[in-house]
């Protein structure tokens, strides 16, 4: 089993500060580091980590080759990655001394992808394969409507959500992952609960995971009869940077689900992947590979 990960590559302009800027404001950076990062890089790798054999497709600009050789080095398939004379997609990203984060993102090469591209990749792939696509790329719609019509289960990180995610067709989509807020722009509702039940009433055969920060996640797997209900509480960490935190969930939790573990085990698998990541700086190098993640699964 296989999975096609259509997902962006960013170079992270990242800055330690006291506090985030406030509108008119200048203040000055601590420290400034250039990592490696992305939705789509990031949650490759921790995929890779994470014991999944990932192929990663997207596009790659300008001083990008150094993400596709670290995807490589990852034990990441990268022939379905594109090399562009265009600027590369990068991300400034202001922490706070508590491990609090903000992004900007400009999308550079990332916003590059083509239907005629797409059609190409998708046809090495077929009916068990797995498609994980977040929303930091362009043509998502087209990317879930083709792997639907060739049978792949759907995963979708609608991250950073905006209007072009309303047009998606959630019915094609098997998995959604989301964060509080996401699960908020998509159905109106705040309580995790109703937000599954908006959902779960208009895409019945639609599975949901819905993370909540400090207080875990909730999540909601389809069956044939009704649906399965999980809640996961936060593990308690010192948070040094939480900027990978999300994709080393999604990684994790998709890693899980492919083996054919429990919705119970995998968010746990899951949470405590996300735990590790945070007590580690950057994006790409805070994730935590299987053996950490199995030897803190396992104490007490």
């Not at 490696?36 to 994470?50: D, E």
């Not at 054999?53 to 034990?75: I, T």
């Not at 746990?268 to 700086?281: G, L, M, P, W, Y």
Request: aromatic share 8%; glycine share 8%; charged share 20%.
């Amino acid at each position: 089993m296989r999975i096609l990960n259509w997902g962006s590559m960013n170079l992270d302009y990242v800055y330690k500060v006291d506090h985030f800027v406030l509108p008119g404001e200048t203040i000055s950076a601590s420290s400034q580091s250039i990592n490696p990062g992305g939705k789509g890089l990031n949650q490759s790798i921790a995929l890779s980590r994470a014991g999944a054999k990932v192929y990663h497709a997207g596009a790659v600009g300008k001083n990008g080759g150094q993400l596709k050789q670290l995807l490589d080095e990852n034990g990441v398939d990268t022939g379905f990655i594109r090399e562009l004379d265009v600027i590369q997609g990068n991300a400034i990203i202001q922490v706070t001394a508590a491990g609090e984060n903000n992004i900007i993102i400009y999308g550079g090469s990332n916003r590059c992808m083509t239907r005629e591209h797409i059609d190409q990749v998708l046809a090495s792939f077929d009916k068990g394969d797995y498609l994980l696509v977040q929303n930091e790329v362009n043509e998502v719609g087209y990317i879930i409507e083709k792997a639907f019509a060739r049978g792949m289960t759907v995963v979708l990180n609608p991250s950073p959500y905006n209007d072009s995610l309303k047009d998606i067709d959630y019915s094609k989509v098997s998995w959604l992952l989301v964060n509080e807020v996401e699960a908020f722009q998509i159905s109106g509702e705040k309580d995790p609960e109703k937000a599954w039940e908006f959902l779960h009433s208009k895409y019945p055969e639609l599975s949901c995971v819905i993370t909540l920060g400090s207080e875990g996640c909730a999540a909601y797997q389809t069956n044939p009869d009704d649906y399965e209900k999980q809640r996961q509480p936060a593990i308690k960490v010192e948070a040094r940077d939480t900027t990978a935190a999300g994709d080393t969930f999604t990684g994790y939790f998709i890693s899980s689900v492919m083996k054919g573990q429990s919705l119970k085990d995998s968010i746990f698998r899951a949470t405590v992947a996300s735990s590790i990541s945070v007590t580690r700086e950057g994006a790409a190098k805070s994730i935590p590979n299987d053996d950490e993640v199995e030897s803190a699964c396992s104490r007490p």
